[in-house]
């Protein structure tokens, strides 16, 4: 008398046999190896020039400069999105309208474009003023004494910035349910400390993960105030290559920290996220 045979055990199945992806795997590796060979045999690289100005101290000391333009434009940046983000969504139209507009001109002009516009602000408006609309000047100052590149870096990405941050503040608001708000009100909080204490914590889960890539953005995009003659990494680079013509070492050298500093961030990045995202 034959047995039934009883239902197949999954645990024990052999994983099917994929031959395109073992295809893909080797051609991978072979390219992988290609460029490993590539950057180790070709003399032009001259890593030995890449090793003597990898320290070097103004190459460290432009490092620091992009890290601290960094974290001012988003220190900045992100207080005045928070604020933009708070009024596109405000029931006073005309407040709305004009976060909207800010969001519209700052976001559709590239960075590069107005750092320029910002350390030339001295051909529009000799002078800076502080005093009464068409009525009395209490001070002036020369716009060129106040608007030094250091200035004008931190304005033009503080500005472009805020533009992003409020979008991702704004989307972060909006997806947060509005039985939340309706059930803060029921409890007596008045619309602000409804917004501090019960939108603004819940919807970090959203705003997180984007603001980590719009800090990484902005570090790499620091080097754009090299055209304006800020210190930063980039500029220091190029300072030491206009003099030494070891253009492409000394690129590598500037390629070498921006990875380093970027694969640091990403990190924290997802430690950020695995927090924000307990109990999902």
């Not at 029921?186 to 959203?206: D, E, I, N, W, Y």
């Not at 990494?233 to 050298?253: A, E, G, M």
Request: proline share 6%; net charge positive.
């Amino acid at each position: 008398m034959s047995q039934v045979a009883g239902p197949a055990d999954v645990a024990t199945a052999r994983p099917r046999i994929r031959p395109l992806r073992w295809l893909a795997g080797a051609a991978l590796l072979v390219l992988a190896a290609q460029l490993a060979w590539f950057l180790v045999t070709n003399p032009r690289f001259e890593w030995p020039v890449v090793a003597e100005y990898l320290l070097d101290p103004n190459i460290v000391a432009g490092l620091g400069m992009s890290l601290l333009l960094t974290v001012i434009a988003m220190t900045l940046g992100s207080g005045l999105g928070v604020l933009l983000a708070a009024g596109r969504l405000s029931g006073f139209r005309p407040l709305a309208w004009a976060c909207g507009v800010y969001v519209a001109v700052f976001r559709g002009i590239p960075p590069l474009v107005q750092l320029i516009f910002w350390f030339n602000l001295g051909y529009l408006l000799p002078r800076i003023s502080l005093g009464v609309p068409f009525g009395p000047t209490f001070a002036s100052w020369p716009t060129n004494a106040v608007i030094s590149s250091l200035t004008a870096a931190v304005l033009g990405l503080t500005l472009h910035e805020a533009a992003y941050m409020a979008e991702i503040v704004r989307a972060g608001i909006l997806a947060v349910d509005g039985g939340q708000r309706d059930a803060a009100r029921a409890m007596g909080f008045t619309a602000t400390q409804t917004f501090v204490k019960v939108v603004l914590p819940q919807s970090m889960r959203v705003i997180i993960p984007p603001t980590g890539s719009q800090f990484i953005s902005l570090l790499k995009g620091t080097s754009l105030v090299s055209v304006i003659a800020m210190a930063d990494l980039l500029y220091s680079v190029q300072v030491i290559y206009n003099r030494t013509y070891q253009i492409v070492p000394l690129l590598i050298v500037a390629c070498a920290w921006y990875l380093a500093v970027v694969t640091v961030l990403s990190l924290g990045q997802r430690r950020l996220e695995r927090h924000f995202g307990k109990g999902q």
